[in-house]
């Protein structure tokens, strides 16, 4: 659902005040991770935001929108000021059909049987989905995402399938104590990723770790993000 189009100009000034702080903050964490500003893409996860603040972050200079849902997205786009868009949640596969080339990557692939779906859909649109891997950090049975203890085979195994491109890793750590336990889980998922780009697989691309959210962005950052994906802290809380 889509917030009600309440029209109000503080939360305009809001979101400008908020990309301003968090893009400062980002820059802080790249650099003390030995790594400049623009080494860390900023992506406005626009879930149940209306338009009219999404089109105000683009206006700001946000260049990169994430979704979580099929039909919000498709909904929204006609309303959207022309921007990049992912999608980032759970994805099942008789939804790929209408969400091949309608984005431009699909972050959220978390099983072989997904991937070959997209790839399915993608040559017969005539196209190439870039996509990540979703990987569940934490081993939480809650959460979508490639199992930890599996994920280097089925990695392999996704790089293998024509019609989608391998650019990365995209995860969701649990919800921690303190700073330094969910480092511990961006720091496992960096040690992955440059396993995984080491490998130089075939018809792949390892250039992006998508990890870190509102609340812990900056401490994806220090470990090595290389894209964060903030709803909240820029949109305010959302309303269901
Ligand atoms: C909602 C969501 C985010 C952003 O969450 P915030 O805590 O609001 O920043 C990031 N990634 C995914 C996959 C999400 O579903």
Redesign the pocket.
Known sequence: MTEKQLIDKERFADIEYNLAVIRERIARAAQQSGRSAEAVRLMA?T?TVAPEYINHAISCGIDLI?E?KVQEYLGKKPFLTECEAHL??HLQTNKVRQIVGEVSMI??VDSVKLAAEIGKRSLMAGITTDVLAEINVGGEESKSGIEWDSAEEIIAEISEIKGIKLCGLMA?PPICENSAEVRAFFSKMNRLFVDIRAKKLDNTDISILSMG???DYEEAVLEGSTLV?????IFGR?IY
């Open positions: 996860v879930k994430g979580n980032i949640g972050q959220s969701i959210m509102s609340s994906r903030v709803g909240s802290s959302r």
